[in-house]
């Protein structure tokens, strides 16, 4: 599951990289909550877009937000198929919180890069388009923690993600390993780190 993700300055710019016009009025340290507004990348035509989505789809009987799909069975869903098929993104972010079994919070982040990719897809609306993040089976630096963790797309396969021919592949990759932080230690050593600080 992902019910939680942050976003800060570095990891904005990092993602600059590959879409010129994110907004970095959205730089700084800021947690994103499901149905809140956050950056989200998509394919225009040829070239890559940014606009800001809410998080979550509306559930049929109208309570609470579907926010994660399952890859492993996401096409099989009449909810999320379409979606998946014709409007697939990825949601840039410095990391993604999970809580251990005693509640403690913890924050995992990619030690060489400021940004990591979450896969993920979106419905598009005049008002506000909302995406949801797909999940997988969490690797061995998530799985002590928790079962499943967001679906992370390495800057190598962001071409195939996003080509109709070469994305169903990626549902099925094992993410690359992460580091982690109790969201709430107070001195940290590693700069890198300094963004979960409460």
Sequence with gaps: MCGRFFIDEQSIRKAENLVKMIDLSLAGRR???PSQKAPVIFKQGEEYAEELFSWGFSRFDKKGLMINARSETALERKMFRKSLLEHRC???AAGFYEWDREKNK???FKETSPVIFMAGF???DQDSSRFVILT????RSVRGIHERMPMIIEERHIENWFGNETFEHL???EPESLSHVAAEAKKLENPRTLF???
């Design 31 to 33: 947690e994103i909550f």
């Design 90 to 92: 990825l949601i840039p």
């Design 106 to 108: 913890i924050a995992f």
């Design 122 to 124: 979106y419905r598009p």
């Design 136 to 139: 997988t089976k969490a690797n």
């Design 171 to 173: 549902l099925h990759i």
């Design 196 to 198: 979960v600080l409460g």
